[in-house]
């Protein structure tokens, strides 16, 4: 993948991901370019936004509501638990269908 398309795609998922302001900044887009120099793939940041929506939405409802993510930074935490390998690929199938329900209002 080219390093424009890789771009468009990962910006792309993170307008259409679940919590997210809806906008892009230079620095977010800095941020993707980077992770496409040390060869990050767009799994590994599609499982870090699953594994970050679900944390999200499955916290305690008596908190208070979490603001929405304003930036692509706020993912740089967890993509580094899922390049470390510290997430099993059963659980994160788990998640997505969770939350696909969740969406889907099942």
Sequence with gaps: MSRPEFVEQVLSLYLTAE???????????????NWYEEGVTVEEI?????????????????LPP???IRSLHYFVPV???????????DYVSYLRHK????????
Excluded: H, Q
Excluded at 19 to 33: N, P
Excluded at 79 to 89: N, Y
């Design 99 to 106: 939350l696909a329900r969740i969406r889907d209002g099942i």
């Design 66 to 68: 979490l603001d929405p």
């Design 19 to 33: 919590g997210t302001a809806g906008r892009i900044s230079r620095s977010d887009r800095k941020l993707v370019e």
């Design 46 to 62: 599609e499982t870090a936004f699953v594994l970050t929506m679900a944390r999200r939405r499955f916290r305690d409802p008596a």
């Design 79 to 89: 993509l580094g638990e899922v390049r470390a390998k510290s997430v099993p690929v």
